[in-house]
Nanobody, 125 residues
């Protein structure tokens, strides 16, 4: 089992920045591909970014490419999402997630086995 807890959400004006964090506990964090997803009110949960176990490979949704950066610190069991140039359409609950096997797609909800409780990000115009 892996427990994930997000933090760092809040209210920010358009054009501002936030840094989300996710701390993992339980089984060996460094073995997992990790991802960030978001879910706006009344919408499905969508892929935002993912990072391989070593941090050597990163993947982004087109809507955040060039503005968001995913990173991880395996020594601290931490996952991060640096969000710059925020837009009102980035408003959502953001979730971190972990894959327990290397076989699932990192781009879809079904590819992940463990989820955090989410942190709200609100971007005002």
């Amino acid at each position: 089992q892996v427990q994930l807890v997000e933090s760092g959400g809040g209210l920010v004006q358009a054009g501002g920045s936030l840094r989300l964090s996710c701390v993992a506990s339980g089984r060996t964090f460094s073995r997992y591909t990790m991802g960030w997803f978001r879910q706006a009110l009344g919408k499905e949960r969508d892929f935002v970014a993912a990072i391989s176990w070593s941090g050597g490979n990163t993947y982004y949704a087109n809507s955040v490419k060039g503005r968001f950066t995913i990173s991880r610190d395996n020594a601290k069991n931490m996952l991060y999402l640096q969000m710059n140039s925020l837009k009102p359409e980035d408003t959502a609950v953001y979730y971190c997630a972990a894959q327990s096997t290397p076989y699932g797609s990192c781009y879809v909800v079904a590819g992940y086995d463990y989820w955090g409780q989410g942190t709200q990000v609100t971007v005002s115009s």
